[in-house]
């Protein structure tokens, strides 16, 4: 099934950083911190691991299986191995979803930008709590501000998709991941060295579980799915181009790892010095955009750190970006034939106008909103906690119970050039086939009320 004239990524390193690239985002240093501040502390972070290892790795195995198998994108990677019957509908569902959650990513992404350059004027951080806090609200529910950072940021992820995986994806990340690690690495030992930080080093690692409520059960598993890139063929679209000797376990594996240290470092970042500074920890996602600045503000050098913290979620966010850019333009490429240029432009042109009315709903079309959402909130919400969960669910499903048990295995072990221990692809097939469908669906049917079990 291979495609000679397909581009692929060129080395075990540059497939990792890319992989890491993908899950490290937003999700870690935004919204992770957050729902652990809002969600009780350890204890959310618990339950998170344990998600991660029981069903999300069987999801991104089942993942890279279905894209290496195929070589091909999200669609058309299923139809190839189920021609002719519904299951390509995931295909639709995972570009559809991943075009959602683009429509509020970018615009977040955008926000980075401001605030990269906000952090280079003296007067920015001189400013008092309140002024900092206003200034948040100001910016974001403006008009016209906010939606042309959010172009800049979609322009920039453009230029990097365009070149192409090697040339464009892997060479970036090639680039951006290392730094990432280093000046997040940076900001925990600044973090861990303030006055005061041991109560945050205490939230984050002392689990009460009597502060964990129903729905942080939903929010711990959506979480796992957006911060592994999961459930809107992304890892689908990766993994069709990694090479064909790789251990897709191993990789699973090394990627779940760096996402979850990441996210972990990122609460080492932020909470001790949350602590240190008196602030409150459950602040909404408001936290590292309001609470950060105002804490940069009082520390010594707080330009250069809020300038590294930014800088920081710049480049995980970008490098999560391109991979959603990806899902879609290897989609219009493949199954629609256009260039790689022409798919990139129309993308672009989607998300653009997604991405103005998300960004437009935080003000002037705030009164536009459905269950109490803002549209933005709307793509945040429904995308994370239904729409990844279900299309997890289907890939598993898919894996476990339409491909041929010996596919699946040919390609776990590359043809048979990988010597497994029979008990780990025994273990492997059992959480794709059981563990994940049943766990998935039971948070699911509680979350939406079928049944009660918490
Ligand atoms: N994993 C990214 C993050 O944690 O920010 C978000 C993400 C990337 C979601 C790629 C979806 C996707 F296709």
Redo the contacts with the bound molecule.
């Keep these: 099934m291979a495609n000679k004239e397909r581009d692929s990524f060129g080395s075990r390193f540059g497939v990792l950083v890319a992989l890491a690239g ?11 911190p957050y729902l652990v501040g809002n969600n009780g502390g350890a204890a959310f972070i618990i339950m998170y691991v344990i998600f991660v290892i029981f069903l999300c790795l069987p999801i991104m195995v089942s993942e890279f299986v279905i894209g290496r198998r195929t070589q091909a994108n999200v669609f058309g990677g299923i139809r190839r191995i189920a021609p002719k019957s519904a299951w390509p509908i995931i295909g639709i569902l995972s570009v559809a ?2 075009i959602f ?1 683009m429509a509020f ?1 970018f615009v977040v992404g955008g926000w980075t930008i401001e605030y990269i350059l906000k952090s280079f004027s003296a007067s920015f951080l001189a400013s008092d709590n309140t002024a900092l806090a206003s200034f948040f609200g100001e910016f974001i529910s403006s008009p016209v501000a906010p939606a042309i950072m959010m172009l800049v940021f979609l322009g920039l992820t453009a230029l990097i998709v365009v070149a192409g995986i090697k040339d464009g994806i892997e060479k970036y990340s090639k680039i951006m991941m290392p730094g990432l690690f280093l000046l997040i690495i940076i900001l925990c030992v600044r973090s861990l060295t303030l006055p005061g930080a041991s109560e945050g080093v205490k939230f984050l690692f002392s689990p009460d579980f009597s502060k964990l409520r129903p729905d942080s059960i939903l929010a711990a598993l959506g979480q796992a799915f ?5 459930g ?3 890892m689908i679209t990766y993994g069709s181009y990694i090479a064909k000797k790789e251990n897709l376990i191993h990789m699973s594996f090394i990627t779940a790892g760096a ?1 979850t240290l990441f996210a972990i470092l990122a609460g080492i970042a932020i909470m001790p010095a949350v602590f240190a500074f008196g602030m409150p920890p459950a602040q909404g996602p408001g936290l590292v955009f309001i609470i950060l600045p105002q804490i940069f503000a009082q520390m010594p050098l707080g330009n250069i750190f809020s300038i590294a913290f930014f800088v920081i979620l710049f480049v ?2 970008i490098t ?2 391109i ?2 850019l990806e ?1 879609v333009v290897a989609y219009f490429m493949e199954e629609l034939k256009m260039s790689r240029r022409t798919a990139v432009i129309v993308t672009c042109v989607i998300v653009a106008i997604l991405g103005s009315l998300s960004s437009l709903s935080q003000g002037t079309l705030k009164d536009y909103t459905l269950f109490g959402k803002s549209i933005f909130d709307i793509f945040d919400y429904t ?1 994370s906690n239904i729409m ?1 969960p279900v299309g997890g669910l289907f890939i598993v499903l898919f894996v476990g119970w339409k491909m041929k048990r010996s596919d699946v295995l040919d390609e776990l072990t590359s043809g048979g050039t990988i010597p497994f221990k029979r008990n780990i692809l025994d273990v492997t097939m059992f959480c794709i086939k059981f563990l994940a469908p049943v766990a998935i669906s039971f948070v699911l049917l509680n979350s939406i009320g079928l049944i009660k079990f918490f």
Aim: some cysteine; proline content about 0%.
């Design positions: 993908s899950a490290i985002g937003l999700g870690n240093l935004w919204r992770f979803a991943v959650i990513y957006f911060s592994l890139s999961l809107m063929g992304c996402d995980a966010a999560s970006a991979s959603m899902v995308t990844l």
